[in-house]
C-alpha cells in the first residue's frame, strides 16, 4: 500500500516562490509516474504536472516555465519548485500516483496525498 504525504506549503506573496515536497511511504513508486493536481475553491481538480520514471516531464500550460516538477527515487519524494507565483495559484495542492490511463486525468491516479494548501496574495 502506498501513501503520499505533501509539504511545503503556506502563505506567499505574488511573485514569490514555494517547493512542495511529497514524500512516499510503503511499496516503492519509483517505477510509476507521479503527478501534481491542485484545487481551488469552488472548482475542479486539474493537472499540474506529472514525471515519469526516466524523469521525462509533461506540465499543463499555466504550469510551463514557471513550475518545475522532480523526484529523487532514492528517497522516495517528488517535488514541486513553484516560482513567478500569481494569485491565481492559490489552490490545494495534491500529489498523486498513477495508475492507468491519461496522465492528465484525475481518475488515472489511483492514490492521493491530503494535499498541501498553497495561498498567494497579491
Known amino acids: 500500500q502506498v501513501q503520499l504525504y505533501e509539504s511545503g506549503g503556506g502563505l506567499t506573496q505574488a511573485g514569490d516562490s514555494l517547493r512542495l515536497s511529497c514524500a512516499t511511504s510503503?511499496?516503492?513508486?519509483?517505477?510509476?509516474?507521479m503527478g501534481w493536481f491542485r484545487q481551488a475553491p469552488g472548482k475542479e481538480r486539474e493537472f499540474v504536472a506529472a514525471?515519469?520514471?526516466?524523469?521525462?516531464?509533461y506540465y499543463a500550460d499555466f504550469a510551463k516555465g514557471r513550475f518545475t516538477i522532480s523526484r529523487d527515487n532514492t528517497k522516495n519524494m517528488l517535488y514541486l519548485q513553484m516560482s513567478a507565483l500569481k494569485p491565481e495559484d492559490t489552490a490545494v495542492y495534491y500529489c498523486?500516483?498513477?495508475?492507468?490511463?491519461?496522465?492528465?486525468?484525475?481518475?488515472?491516479?489511483?492514490?492521493w496525498g491530503q494535499g498541501t494548501q498553497v495561498t498567494v496574495s497579491s
Open positions: 498523486a500516483a498513477h495508475s492507468a490511463g491519461s496522465l492528465y486525468s484525475t481518475s488515472s491516479y489511483n492514490v
Open positions: 510503503g511499496r516503492t513508486v519509483s517505477s510509476r509516474l
Open positions: 514525471i515519469l520514471w526516466t524523469s521525462t516531464t
